[in-house]
């Protein structure tokens, strides 16, 4: 799509704006607005923005990263075949952007870009990633300034489902109107929780889609009077909220799935062992990019089902790389792994990226993964864990944090500018909330994720 075609699109649908999207190192969604006048040409040349921005945490606070203060812009540039009308916000449409130098070259801190140059790492070995997120989020009223669930139902409950009819009617014409597909919907275990899952698609489009559907759950439930949050953890006491990341390696004419081989006892190919390998071998450091916030470290904790250990099973829940059981009739197509460790306060550009350098590096040094866990990990002895590599993951933010900086493999993919930006944005979260008190806390994820 030329700017031309996106101009005619906003004048056929009659728009006023159009916000440029993009997702910082804190994970919020943010944006500049273009009026129709002139749109044409800030879709060619962009739109400024401070480089400090980058360097912004999610509390608004400024961090002291070399560059990014209050001298230099960089140029928001969209990308045309990401437009959309907006169905949930009158009058308005988007778009999702790079960051460019003024010279036009990407920024080194642009996480679009970087998870582009992760893209094109996979395309040199014919390869390309398919990914799918599955987002649980919660739905709220807001009482005397406390965020109360709409609901206190069971898991998979009609009453819970019921309860959210009207706006998960309004949620699935909007995504639909977006070209954004709707595979599954339904009422989760926490109260007032809901889980969507969303097509397979090329790992750029799905992360591009990932906000959208981010900016979608919000918007509609402003319009029904709801808070929507996707936090890892919106209330203490209730479930905590994913975001499962599915992905499989493809052909790069899409022609089979490099996942699957259907000689092996569980399908599962030498690449898809070697890319899983690769995975595990990175996975605290990895947690940083994928479950990077405070609040995520409230949920990836045992037997939640979210993963707390470095292992791998064929439908195990409590693993945080989980096989799934292949659908029979579509084997090859339905083969794949999801990455139970990740929540919707990551920078899906970041998340994605990451994903693919830990699991290039497995294809590259031909890694084998451990023996599959089979079990509750937590059910196994210390002692065994031990022996069996079976080690805990992150237990907070900033083990994480520090796992992800000693990793030589993810630190140089994303690059010293995004690295450092990144680490300082997200290490000044931990001190700000690890100050305050779990009102604090909860209060300050549940509106920003």
Known sequence: MTARDVVQKVDEAGLRLVRFLWCGNDGTIRAK??????????????????????????????????????????????????????????????????????????????????????????????????????????????????????????CFSTISATAAQDYVDDLAAALDAQEIGLEQYYSELGHGQHEISTPHRPALQAADEQLLVRETIRGIATRHGLVASLAPKPWPENAGNGCHIHFSLWDTDASWNRFHDADAPDRLSADARAFIAGVLAHLPGLCGL??????????????????????????????????PSVFRGMEEASTNAELKAADASSNPYVAVGGLIAAGLDGLEHGLEPPEPVEVDPASIPEEEREQRGIVRLPATQAEALDALEADDVLTAALGPVLAESYLAVRRSEWATYSAGDEVFEQQGHFSKY
Request: hydrophobic share 40%; with cysteine.
């Open 33 to 154: 607005a273009s009026s129709v006048r002139g749109l044409e040409g800030r879709i060619e040349s962009g739109i400024g923005l401070t480089v400090a921005m980058q360097a912004m945490n999610a509390l608004d606070q400024l961090q002291p990263v070399e560059g990014m203060g209050p001298v230099g812009e960089v140029r928001l540039v969209p990308d045309a075949d990401t437009f959309r009308v907006l169905p949930y916000a009158p009058h308005l449409g988007a778009m999702l952007v790079d960051h460019r130098q003024l010279d036009g070259e990407p920024a080194p801190v642009c996480q679009r870009c970087f998870l582009k140059r992760m893209e094109d790492r996979l395309a040199e070995r014919s390869m390309r990633l398919e990914v799918a997120f599955e987002n649980e989020f919660s739905l709220a009223t807001q009482v005397d300034g406390q965020y109360v669930p709409i609901d206190s139902g069971l």
């Open 290 to 323: 994928t479950a990077p916030s405070f609040n995520s470290y409230h949920r990836i904790i045992p037997q939640y089902w979210a993963g707390a250990f470095v292992c791998w099973g064929h439908d195990n829940r409590e693993a945080p790389v989980r096989v």
